[in-house]
């Protein structure tokens, strides 16, 4: 029921932090796993990390904020393996300013990076994931899908448009024999949320208080969100979010 044996899967923001986690997931579950990413060198050694582990992995050089580049991505994973089954939307990002100061050119870096990027490879991937009849689509939430902050406009405003976003496509595409379901990480610790815990002091306490598991997430935590959203067990589980927060959004 959880074999993925066959399958391959395309991760964006896969060479590191959250995305590394799902890849890892994935590989584990016996899927193909191409990375994709900007940085080269995170590129390799997360590739060196799945290979130990027995996977087949190859990695892929994007800009998910091109759509030139999105579309070459997924052209280079078909071409590849030979097929597509998982798309995960992972690759995302954060600039911090209070919306009085928002400048355009940070609002649009932030919505085409973690929201129109999501769109556009879903798009891209679409005729694969609905050749191969198992489609997987797995999106890339937040805790600011839910919340609101005053430093989080741009960010919020596009993660709450993922989950939008991945019941939009749930519709469409479910009689095509895809699922598009969606994640929500608490505060995790990776290099996305350095700055905020140097720049936020009382940050760390208030995650280690608030989140009943008392401790900040990593990016083991989502080897098993991306294994069960992907596999056959969750054929009919659409359009839904999920939570991975050790409570943190349900804490009254
Ligand atoms: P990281 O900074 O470690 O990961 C971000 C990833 O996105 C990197 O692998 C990066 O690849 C990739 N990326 C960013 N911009 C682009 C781009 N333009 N083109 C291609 N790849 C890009 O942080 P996380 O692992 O924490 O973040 C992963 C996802 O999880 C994001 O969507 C984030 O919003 C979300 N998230 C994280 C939370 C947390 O607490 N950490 C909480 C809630 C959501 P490269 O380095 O090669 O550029």
Redesign the pocket.
């Known amino acids: 029921m959880f074999d993925l044996t066959g399958r391959v899967a395309l991760v ?8 590394l986690g799902f890849a890892r997931g994935l590989a584990k579950a016996g899927a193909s796993v191409m990375l ?4 080269a060198a ?2 390799e050694a997360a590739l060196a990390e799945l290979r130990a582990l027995g996977a087949q992995a190859e990695a892929v050089s ?4 091109n759509t030139d580049s999105i579309k070459a991505m997924v052209a280079a994973t078909v071409s590849t393996f030979g097929r597509l089954d998982i798309l995960v939307n ?5 600039i911090r300013s209070r919306p009085e100061e928002t400048s355009l050119a940070d609002w649009h870096t932030v919505l085409n ?2 929201l129109t ?1 999501t769109m556009f490879a879903a798009q891209a991937a679409y005729p694969h994931l609905k050749a191969g009849g198992v489609g997987r689509i797995i999106n ?5 899908s839910i919340f609101g902050m005053p430093l989080h406009a741009a ?1 919020s405003s596009s ?1 709450g448009a993922v989950v939008q976003l991945t019941k939009t496509l749930a519709t469409a595409w479910a009689k095509d024999g895809i699922t598009v379901n969606c994640v ?10 350095r700055g905020a815990r140097r720049d936020m002091p009382a940050l760390d306490q208030n995650v280690r208080t608030r989140a009943p598991a008392g401790r900040w ?1 990593t ?1 083991e935590d989502f080897e098993g969100i991306a294994a069960f959203y992907a596999s056959d067990a969750a054929a009919y589980i659409t359009g839904t979010s999920i939570a991975v927060d050790g409570g943190y959004s349900i804490q009254g």
């Open positions: 964006t923001g896969g060479n590191g932090g959250i995305g994709a990413g900007r940085d995170k590129s994007v800009d998910v904020t992972n690759a995302g990002t954060n990076t973690n990027s890339n939430g937040s805790m600011l960010y993660k929500l990480p608490g505060w995790i610790d990776t290099a996305l949320t997430g990016p």
